[in-house]
Antibody
Framework: ELQLVESGGGLVLPGRSLRLSCATS????????MHWVRRAPGKGLEWISG????????RYVDAVKGRFTISRDNAKNSLYLQMNNLRPEDTAFYYC?????????????WGQGILVTVSS | QSVVTQPPSASGTPGQTVTISCSGS????????VDWYQHVPGTAPKLLIY???RRPSGVPDRFSGSKSGTSASLAISGLQSEDEADFYC???????????FGGGTKLTVL
């Protein structure tokens, strides 16, 4: 069974850092692009970052460029998101998402999500 | 404010057909394929339609997608109460160099 399980969320002060992890199983992780998508309270889905199978292509939405870093460890079947200089507007559920192997931004499987709250 | 526009809400009664629209421009929908997602808050979002009109295995054929020019639409026939959710279109944007979601449409089954 394909699984994507996020961890590392929680309450953090503005300006601080947090690292999200996503443990995966049930599919060939090192063949697939991976992404992070978030949904803020009362708002819609927002793609924030994606990484190709070999980390050769990495993209970010403008709102997080320079603050967030996506990475992956194919030996551990894991995806990460390092979030620095967090702002209240980063408060959201963060989803680990598998991309199709023949469609970089077709999000075919999603984790349950983890809540990040940025507040003083 | 997303570069891809959806109506904020839609509704229908059980058994009806509901259509949700998604409007963009030449730099996104006009030049790329469109996918559709269903999201019940508190659960994992689900891929319903990809590459304009393809259904992943397990998605009922009540769900269908189409695209024409800079617009796309999702049709849900034989509406059921469990279809109540938020629906999002998504596509690539050539100007932003990344995927973009529409603002989402909340579907209510009356």
């Amino acid at each position: 069974e394909l699984q994507l399980v996020e961890s590392g969320g929680g309450l953090v002060l503005p300006g601080r850092s947090l690292r999200l992890s996503c443990a995966t199983s049930g599919f060939p992780f090192d063949d697939c692009p991976m992404h992070w998508v978030r949904r803020a309270p009362g708002k819609g889905l927002e793609w924030i970052s994606g990484i190709s199978w070999n980390s050769g292509t990495i993209r970010y939405v403008d709102a997080v460029k320079g603050r967030f870093t996506i990475s992956r460890d194919n030996a551990k079947n894991s995806l990460y998101l390092q979030m620095n200089n967090l702002r209240p507007e980063d408060t959201a559920f963060y989803y680990c998402v598998k991309g199709q192997d023949d469609g970089w931004s077709v999000f075919d499987h999603w984790g349950q999500g983890i809540l990040v709250t940025v507040s003083s | 404010q997303s570069v891809v526009t959806q109506p904020p809400s839609a509704s229908g009664t059980p058994g009806q057909t509901v259509t949700i629209s998604c409007s963009g421009s030449n730099s996104n929908i006009g030049d790329n394929t469109v996918d559709w997602y269903q999201h019940v808050p508190g659960t994992a979002p689900k891929l319903l339609i990809y590459k304009n009109n393809r259904r992943p295995s397990g998605v009922p054929d009540r769900f269908s997608g189409s695209k024409s020019g800079t617009s796309a639409s999702l049709a849900i026939s034989g509406l059921q109460s469990e279809d109540e959710a938020d629906f999002y279109c998504a596509t690539w944007d050539d100007t932003l160099h990344g995927p973009v979601f529409g603002g989402g449409t909340k579907l209510t089954v009356l």
